[in-house]
């Protein structure tokens, strides 16, 4: 090995850099390889020449603290099916491939969540690229890993608005729900709305019916409590077990969001005064906590040792208190939503929280 590159593919979250400056410092600091950065994702390696930048010790090494990703991203450029500016959808693998060689690389990290990762292990395999990836997305849906980079300081910054909101919501004796981003999961809404203190959860993977949610209301109002809080995941499954989201297939609002639906809902059923608030991309920003800077770092130095170590197709991974890698295949395979019998929605239940039938 004497050459890697590194990319970052899918939506942004914090601790992204951290992962890149770790990377870095392992690759040339242990094992003296070069390193190239791959912006944009994909798409970089889709440019002639290939858009890269080298990465040395002194480039990554004030990037830890700061937010998204210095190497730029994106989640629209699925290479198979790529969108060019007439409308039609190109297959661009073979570009993206011929870049990995032109730049000489031995292997590649690739930094995403499942979407992206299956989509890196497919250009792999037609290519013969040498790929080890790691997890991150603020959903924590990859498989077998236990977090993923993004999670915590997503879940950091949701619960922060729980706390303040309880304030606003005391004052003007209001229902307040706060919609959090996971479109197919909902480990961000349960595990704010518990560290939140909330009082009704609503997350994609369990059934809610508008009765039951306004009885809960109601019970909090009849033991003299003045205002609740509402925790909803993006998406939400109604009694018939439809999901209805606030992004549907072509990105259209299809309720003008979750929250302001359910807020509708509510006055209309109650009476009560509802506010709704959207916390969107702010959970994907800023700083990233403390846990997403260590499980960076650490996930950065194990997949550089994995490529030293000649094993590839693997994703690291956190598991039992350890870094484990595992085949990316399995990973993907394991898409990992809330389960209905785990700790979070068992205690989310014995704390009396709505969470659905
Ligand atoms: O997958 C991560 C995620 O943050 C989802 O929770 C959310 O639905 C989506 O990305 C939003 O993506 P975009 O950046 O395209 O708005």
Known sequence: IKRI??????????????VIRAV???????????????????????????????LDIERVDRILTAGGT???TTNKGNPFAFPMPNGDLLDRSSEIIDGYHTLGL?????????GSMAILRKLAQQGGMNLVTIPKTIDNDV????????????????????DRLHFTAASHSRVMILEVMGRDAG???????????????????????????????????EQGKNYSLIVVSEAVR???????????????????????????????RSGAETRVTVLGHIQRGGTPSPLDRLLGSMFGVAAVDLIAQGKFDRMVGWRDRQVIDVSIADAIAQYCTVDPDSAAVRTARGLGIYLGD
Not at 28 to 37: A, F, P, Q, R
Not at 143 to 162: K, L, P, R
Not at 194 to 208: C, K, N, Q, T
Request: with cysteine; glycine share 16%.
């Open 187 to 221: 480990h961000i809404a349960i595990s704010a709305g518990i560290a939140g203190g909330a009082d009704v959860i609503l997350i994609p993977e369990i059934p809610y019916t508008i009765a039951n949610l306004c009885n809960k209301l109601k019970d909090r109002q």
């Open 24 to 54: 870095t410092f392992r690759a040339i600091g242990t094992y003296g390889w070069k390193v190239l950065g791959i912006c944009r994702a994909t798409n970089g390696l889709m440019e002639r020449p290939p858009d890269i930048v080298p």
């Open 70 to 72: 210095f190497l730029g």
């Open 143 to 162: 498989g077998i890993t236990e977090c993923s980079i993004g999670f915590d300081t997503a879940v950091n910054i949701a619960t922060e608005a729980v």
């Open 5 to 18: 590159g590194i990319l970052t593919s899918g939506g942004d979250c914090s601790g992204l850099n951290a």
């Open 238 to 268: 109604t009694e018939e077990g439809e999901i209805v989201s606030s992004t549907d297939p072509f990105g259209e609002s299809r309720y003008g969001g979750i929250g302001q639906y359910l807020a509708n809902q509510i006055s209309i």
């Open 106 to 114: 031995d292997a590649m990290i690739g930094i995403g969540g499942d």
